[in-house]
């Protein structure tokens, strides 16, 4: 088995991390987010990731963990994964012209080299204004209801919501920063 789990159920963060060409195994953590209340939004994306990566260890602790978390902000106005289509309109509109900031909290665990390492990556983006017919377009056909904010840049629709954006592109388009995951793997002895 590979000694590295990426503990998540996201296909982007699956994707992204198949490009660096290691060996790795998924185990999506079974937690609950809402468990984790801290108002600073930008440090409950890290601790969310953080309970996903400690949840998995403790099942696999000789293993490397690889967790993250993400979700959208307008100040402190967070955008997670809408619970009908109604909602991701909703959210859509709201974020419309927008800019706002993709937080995705990431934490690497690998207890055989004593790495502990947690933060939020903190990507600013501009949403284009939207117009009432393309927020249908959209809802209507995509999986809104499965993305954070409703929406996913990591696919040529999501992307072509977004105006620009300021910081790590993979962390915005795929949910995981894989600068970061390359600078960790290379601290626990994983060539790439």
Known sequence: MPGIILASQSPQRKIILQTLGVKFQVIPAQVDEQQVQI????????MIAR??????????PNKIVIAADTYSAIKNQVFEKPGSRDQ?????????????????GFCYLDKKNKIDFSTTVDTEFKFRKLSNKEIERYIKNEPVTTWSAAFCPGYPTGAALTAWIRGSLTSFTHGLPIELVAQMLTKSGITY
């Open 39 to 46: 108002k600073n939004v930008i440090k409950r994306a890290e």
């Open 88 to 104: 991701a309109r909703q959210m859509l509109k709201n974020q419309s012209g927008k800019t706002a900031h993709a937080l995705t």
């Open 51 to 60: 309970l996903k990566a400690e949840t998995v260890l403790s099942l696999h």
